[in-house]
């Protein structure tokens, strides 16, 4: 099989953890007999330094014309604290989703077993919890329309959903509890805002096609709770741009680190797979970056995008395979890990390649 994959690896880790799962897919490809061709393009601060924008037209042009996307990271440390800044990284990462019809955002929460002490809760919490998070990716208050009012005193920032923003990834998410474990929570703040009044509304209504799916809903303030107190009780949990992102980031602590997330952006035509975590410029440089989430990613677009499951097992079980071992980063390491076995970038990227080939 021929696929065209376009890597954007964007700032910071993300060139370095793009270039492990890049080598990752190509060995897959020789593995498995498939013919990857690859090509960059530019995002973010990178972006910024190079053309001015954060998002080049020639970008949206080579997305368009692949066969799905591996993506990095992007963010810069001087635009953090500097709120005037017209121009931003992250504006190539919305307007990206924007201009491909990336709506839905899928984040599966699934926790190795040998890393249940890495997280911050109890493993008794944690032992068997998966959940696959369904997080709509194109409306809300980050699409809105914003401003600054009285001399900039005053600042406003507008959430808004359709009916159909809503429905199109019900469905989508409806579609996957289906072939899990049947249950579905929809998660909003329908006792205070409007946009999610709409959204339970919407969602009782398209449930009633999915009778083999039980449906729950929660508050999001609940539903953070109980991530953390039993995050075994949730299957596919489904909600809006802004409480997704917090929610997901929240249960990357299910997973012991950002650095084992992966995540996949689809709509209805090329999929974006991207790890996570930021473009961490603590860290940038310095090779000690997780690359398991970007390579968790290239698993996701192999099976989501191409239809390849085989070869995307064969890539989660090679990380299986290095964990089982013992081998680590910094990130995912603790007090009895065996200092010879703590790993950086690259090392761990060579311990994959020698069990996929």
């Not at 696929?3 to 190509?26: F, N």
């Not at 012991?256 to 992966?262: F, P, Y």
Request: proline share 3%.
């Amino acid at each position: 099989m021929q696929k065209h994959i376009l890597v954007i690896p964007g700032d910071g880790i993300g060139q370095e953890v793009t270039a492990v799962s890049k080598q990752v897919v190509e060995a897959i490809g020789q593995k498995f007999g498939h013919e990857f061709t690859f090509d960059y393009a530019l995002i973010g601060h990178a972006a910024i330094e190079a053309t001015g924008q954060p998002l080049p037209e020639e970008t949206i042009e080579k997305s368009k014309a692949s066969d799905a996307i591996l993506f990095g990271a992007v963010g810069h440390p001087k635009y953090d604290n500097d709120p005037s800044a017209k121009v931003r990284p992250e504006q190539g990462l919305l307007g990206i989703r924007k201009a491909l019809g990336l709506y839905a955002n899928l984040r599966p929460i699934k926790l190795f077993d040998e890393l249940l002490e890495a997280s911050s809760i109890k493993a008794e919490i944690l032992r068997g919890a998966d959940i696959l998070f369904f997080r709509e990716l194109t409306g809300d208050i980050y699409f809105g329309e914003k401003g600054r009012q009285d001399e900039g005193a005053t600042a406003y920032d507008i959430a808004k959903y359709s009916k159909y923003e809503v429905e199109r990834i019900a469905h989508k998410a409806f579609e996957a509890a289906r072939s899990r474990r049947g249950k579905l929570c929809s998660v909003d703040k329908a006792n205070v805002l409007e946009t999610s009044r709409l959204w339970r509304e919407v969602v009782q209504e398209i449930a009633k096609q999915y009778p083999d799916v039980e449906v729950e809903h929660q508050f999001v303030d609940s539903a953070a709770m109980m991530l953390i107190k039993d995050p075994r009780r949730f299957d596919v949990v489904l909600t809006a741009n802004l409480f997704g992102d917090i929610l997901t980031d929240e249960a990357s602590q299910i997973a012991g680190s950002m650095g084992m997330l992966a995540s996949a952006s689809v709509g209805d035509s090329v999929g974006l797979y991207e790890p996570i975590h930021g473009s961490a410029h603590d860290i940038t440089g310095k090779g000690v970056a997780n690359p398991l989430a970007s390579v968790l990613s290239a698993a996701l677009m192999l099976d989501i995008s191409f239809g390849m499951k085989a070869e995307s097992e064969a890539i989660i079980a090679a990380v299986d395979s290095v964990l089982k071992d013992g081998f680590r980063t910094g990130d995912i390491a603790d007090a009895t890990t065996d200092a010879s076995k703590i790993l950086g970038t690259d090392a761990m990227g060579a311990e994959l390649l020698k069990r996929i080939a």
